[in-house]
């Protein structure tokens, strides 16, 4: 009895320093890249997403954890949209045989919400697996250069147009609020895998190069969707 009372001290003490050894680190910087894909929606895109006009988008960013459900991202983004009226099922949209290509820089400072938290670890520090979702909203700029083409017989084009191409110029800057989900896993200490997927708002109907001789009324959206890879640059926990 003796010696069972001993080693029920021995543990209660050893747990006892095991808890107060370790605590949890509430701030944190870490840094990444992405890789994904771009798509668009606006007047030459017969769908909300045309798959066909699917293009590969990457970046880089850098995260500040303000606790263990907010952080903030800073992101730069690079990629590609295009649109072409030969997808679409209206015979005159068809007809109108426009089509456009667009790069896109997208610098965004975007807030992240973990509702479930971002982690899990024992008491010890010992890492958990766990898979923490996210909501995410920023603000930023988009800068691009987009190319509208007309391609149909020459004969059709004054029909077609209600106004000259191009109707913009060629280089243009527009402020969006990216918005979407994602997840998150900790590998390790270190590294840490993540998903999202949302959509950037320009709030404008000039990104694909296209208003009057389209619908001026219907905004154009770009979105981006990958998979991304960051390294914490401080630990989780921490020694007290």
């Known amino acids: 009895m003796r010696h069972l009372l001993l080693?029920?001290?021995?543990?209660?003490?050893?747990?006892?320093?095991?808890?107060?050894?370790?605590?949890?680190?509430?701030?944190?910087?870490?840094a990444g890249i992405v890789f994904g894909t771009t798509n668009?929606?606006?007047?030459?895109?017969?769908?909300?997403?045309?798959?066909?006009?699917?293009h590969l988008g990457y970046?880089?960013?850098?995260?500040?954890?303000?606790?263990?459900?907010?952080?903030?991202?800073?992101?730069?983004l690079a990629g590609a949209i295009s649109g072409d009226d030969a997808h679409a099922k209206d015979p005159d949209v068809k007809m109108r045989s426009f089509r456009f290509g667009a790069d896109i820089l997208e610098l965004a400072a975007i807030g992240e919400w973990y509702p479930l938290g971002l982690y899990r670890y024992s008491d010890v520090g010992v890492h958990r697996f766990f898979v923490a979702p996210y909501l995410y909203l920023?603000?930023?700029?988009?800068?691009?250069?987009?190319?509208?083409?007309?391609?149909?017989?020459?004969?059709d084009f004054d029909r077609v147009t209600a106004t000259p191409l191009p109707e913009f110029a060629e280089r243009q800057r527009f402020i969006l609020a990216p918005a979407g989900l994602g997840v998150r896993t900790r590998?390790?200490?270190?590294?840490?895998?993540?998903?999202?997927?949302?959509?950037r708002p320009v709030f404008s109907d000039k990104l694909d190069g296209v208003s009057l001789n389209g619908n001026p009324k219907k905004k154009d959206w770009y979105y981006f969707g990958?998979?991304?890879?960051?390294?914490a640059l401080s630990r989780a926990y921490k020694r007290i």
Request: charged letters at 15%; hydrophobic letters at 45%.
């Open 226 to 231: 990958g998979a991304s890879v960051s390294f």
């Open 138 to 155: 920023g603000f930023g700029a988009a800068f691009t250069g987009s190319k509208v083409e007309y391609y149909g017989a020459l004969a």
């Open 187 to 199: 590998l390790n200490e270190t590294i840490v895998l993540g998903l999202e997927a949302g959509a």
């Open 7 to 30: 080693g029920i001290l021995v543990f209660c003490t050893v747990s006892t320093m095991a808890q107060t050894r370790y605590q949890l680190r509430q701030r944190a910087w870490s």
């Open 40 to 54: 668009y929606s606006g007047d030459l895109a017969a769908k909300n997403v045309q798959v066909s006009e699917t």
């Open 59 to 76: 970046g880089a960013f850098a995260r500040y954890f303000f606790s263990t459900r907010f952080a903030m991202k800073v992101q730069l």
